[in-house]
Structure formats: C-alpha cells, structure tokens
C-alpha cells in the first residue's frame, strides 16, 4: 500500500513538473506532426457578406509550408510558398510571383482576420517566444493550462504578447488570445468541434475574432488531414507552386 502511494506521488510530481515549453511543443506535435497535408474550408464573415474558399496544403515542420487555393473560381491557383524564413505569393491572373517581406507578415491573408504570419507561421511559436505557465482554466469541458509567451529579443514576430489555452487531457490548444506590442488585446483565436483525423484526436475548426471589429470573423474547417506522410521535397519550389491547380 505504501508502495502504490509513493509510485502515484512520483507520477503526479513528474507530470507537475512539465515545462511550459513541453506543453506546447506537446500540442504543436499533436496538431501537426512532423508533416501534414490537409483539406480546408476557410469562411470569411462581414456584416454585410459572407465568402467561402477552399484550400489544401502541404506542411513539413516549420520551416516549409504550400498552400493552395482551389475555390472559388476566381482566386483558384492562388498559392503561397513558404520556405524556412522567406514566403512567396503566386498570382495566376497576372502570371505574377510576389515575394512577401517581413513587413507584410502582419497583414490580412486574403482578405481573412489571419494574418500571413498565422497562415504559414513564418515565426516559431517554440523558438522565437518565451514560454510561461501562469493559471489553470477550464475552457468547455476541458481542464487547460494557462501559458504566456513573450517574444524573446529581436525574434521576427508580429505580436508583443500571446496567451494560449492548452488542455491537460490530449493537449488540445483550445483558445489563444494575440497582444500587440502595447498588450491590447487583438484577436481571439477559439477551437472547437473535437474529433479524430487519420488516428489523431484533434480541434478541427479554428474561428479568429477581431475584438475591436463588431460583425468580423474568419472560421478554419479542417475537412481532412493526414499526419506524418512523405512529401517529396521538390514541392516547395516556386516553379512547382506556379504549376499547381
């Protein structure tokens, strides 16, 4: 009996002592493995209209990423390509490849409430911030860890502040709210409708929430997604992003 209560208070001393860190490299694993390709409907909301695309990508780690936009009609074939720190932009209708700097990481990705930077996340949530545990909260039905992440010196990120909800069971990241550099709250980023994809039990849709814009938000459905597959390297390649469709 001793025994039994020394081994389960060594297990709750263990899982305790989880670092910030660890939580959240648990949750980037868990949502994106070491590679992903995924199915997307991505539905833009503004007072007065509604806009629907669809898209697929290719993701391997951080530092490479595709995506393509496959409806409606008129922005199919519309792609971003992301190679470690540098992003570029495809436009079909005017046979155009567009390079993003850095200055533009903060604006609207197609018209949307992300930002370039969440689409293709050019910053490293693991690398470039400071990782901090600062409460416990249950967001639904789910007990989560409160975590803070301040930019490290001179790291290339958009925001001056992030909190994030990260569930204890599964290591769901359920809400995440992003400070500029002042700590105004500007968006409110909140996941839901829990489910299994390809063996993984993951938040498939994502809405942004612009707390200063009455009416505006942009929801991120996850129709597919398959984990940890082979994509050949030569993918993430401008020649090969001008011949997607």
Known sequence: MVQKIIILLLTTLTLNAQTALEIIEKAEDNFRGTSNIAEVKMTIERPKWTREMTMKSWTVGEEYALILVQGPVRDKGTAFLKKEKEM????????????????????????????????????????????????????????????????????????????????????????????????????????????????RTIPTKMTITPVEDEGNRTTIEYLSMDFDVEIDPAIFSIQHMKRLR
């Open 88 to 199: 570029w932009n495809w436009v079909p209708n005017i046979e155009k490849v567009i390079k993003l700097p850095p200055s533009m990481m903060m604006q609207s990705w197609m018209g949307s409430d992300f930002t370039n930077d969440d689409l293709v996340q050019n910053s490293s949530i693991i690398n470039d911030y400071t990782h901090e545990i600062i409460g416990e909260e249950t967001v639904g039905e789910y007990v989560c860890y409160k975590l803070q992440l301040t930019p490290k010196p001179e790291a290339p990120v958009v925001w001056g502040k992030v909190v994030s909800w990260i569930s204890k069971e599964g290591y769901l990241q359920l809400k995440t709210e992003f400070y500029d550099e002042d700590e105004y709250l500007i968006n409110r980023m909140e996941a839901s409708q829990v489910k299994e994809m390809d063996g």
